[in-house]
């Protein structure tokens, strides 16, 4: 016995729904998840580092730059060294951890001075690096 559909034939219209919706879905996880990456807004040349940054969830980001005229900045906010402090002190019950974007031109001192005004106020301090190549 054969048996026979009287169905008409579906288009491939019927397919193409799902498959748009797939990579919909794809477009906006990859223009959303680069979002993710923790940027400071002010562009800064990392130094290079073999060991990955882990475990700091919502940080507050302070970048150090090599500029002279302002080289300071919290939340990409320029400030001064006191602005800072008082800034850090504010945010104290949202996060106490801190990542430094340091320009590897930058002194020294200069990150050492931010590291440790986060450091007087409980912050754990991170400094920020890219992986070596």
């Given at each position: 016995?054969?048996?026979?559909?009287?169905?008409?034939?579906?288009?491939f219209w019927l397919y193409l729904g799902p498959v748009l919706n797939v990579l919909?879905?794809?477009?906006?996880?990859?223009?959303?998840?680069?979002?993710?990456?923790?940027?400071?807004?002010?562009?800064?040349?990392?130094?290079?580092?073999?060991?990955?940054?882990?475990?700091?969830?919502?940080?507050l980001v302070a970048t150090v730059t090599a500029n002279s005229d302002q080289f300071?900045?919290?939340?990409?906010?320029?400030?001064?060294?006191?602005?800072?402090?008082?800034?850090?002190?504010?945010?104290?019950?949202?996060?106490?951890q801190l990542i430094i974007h340091a320009d590897e031109m930058a002194p020294f001192?200069?990150?050492?001075?931010?590291?440790?005004?986060?450091?007087?106020?409980?912050?754990?301090?991170?400094?920020?690096?890219?992986?070596?190549?």
């Amino acid at each position: 016995m054969k048996l026979e559909s009287h169905l008409p034939k579906q288009t491939f219209w019927l397919y193409l729904g799902p498959v748009l919706n797939v990579l919909l879905i794809l477009l906006i996880f990859f223009l959303l998840g680069s979002s993710f990456v923790i940027q400071s807004g002010v562009s800064v040349k990392l130094p290079e580092s073999g060991f990955p940054l882990r475990d700091f969830h919502h940080p507050l980001v302070a970048t150090v730059t090599a500029n002279s005229d302002q080289f300071l900045y919290l939340e990409g906010r320029p400030v001064t060294l006191l602005e800072m402090r008082k800034g850090l002190e504010e945010k104290k019950k949202e996060s106490r951890q801190l990542i430094i974007h340091a320009d590897e031109m930058a002194p020294f001192g200069r990150v050492q001075e931010v590291a440790n005004s986060a450091l007087s106020l409980g912050y754990e301090v991170a400094y920020a690096t890219q992986p070596a190549r």
